[in-house]
């Protein structure tokens, strides 16, 4: 399966942003998906992910009840809606896929999207 995400940019501090990933292939329910960020000099964190119906969702404790993650397996596409918005998420979003359950290490998952920046400004 292959990955885009976007959505992707510069907000204000309690602002909001919707971020988006793509896949492609026709087996898209059976992966679970994850997003991840990283900041610079930092590694790479789980953020969020949802089971292959979209039935369950799974959150950090640093985006619980500010992040929801969604997805459309119709339309193929993963969503994260990211609420009251702070400098300290600014990051690399990426979306990462793996065949059935989710995971919450990202050296779990074997498909990548390419990142979309988002900055929060104070």
């Known amino acids: 399966v292959q990955l885009q995400a976007c959505g992707g940019g510069l907000v204000q501090a309690g602002g909001s942003l919707r971020l988006s990933c793509a896949a492609s292939g026709r087996t898209f329910s059976t992966y679970a998906v994850g997003w991840f960020r990283q900041a610079p000099g930092k590694e790479r964190e789980f953020a969020a992910a949802?089971?292959?119906?979209?039935?369950?969702?799974y959150y950090s404790d640093s985006v619980k009840d500010r992040f929801t993650i969604s997805r459309d397996n119709a339309k193929n596409t993963v969503y994260l809606q990211m609420n009251t918005l702070k400098p300290e998420d600014t990051a690399v979003y990426y979306c990462?896929?793996?065949?059935?359950?989710?995971?919450?290490?990202?050296?779990?998952?074997?498909?990548w999207g390419q990142g979309t920046q988002v900055t929060v400004s104070s």
């Open positions: 990462a896929a793996r065949e059935y359950m989710y995971r919450r290490s990202p050296s779990e998952y074997e498909y």
């Open positions: 949802i089971s292959r119906s979209g039935g369950s969702a």
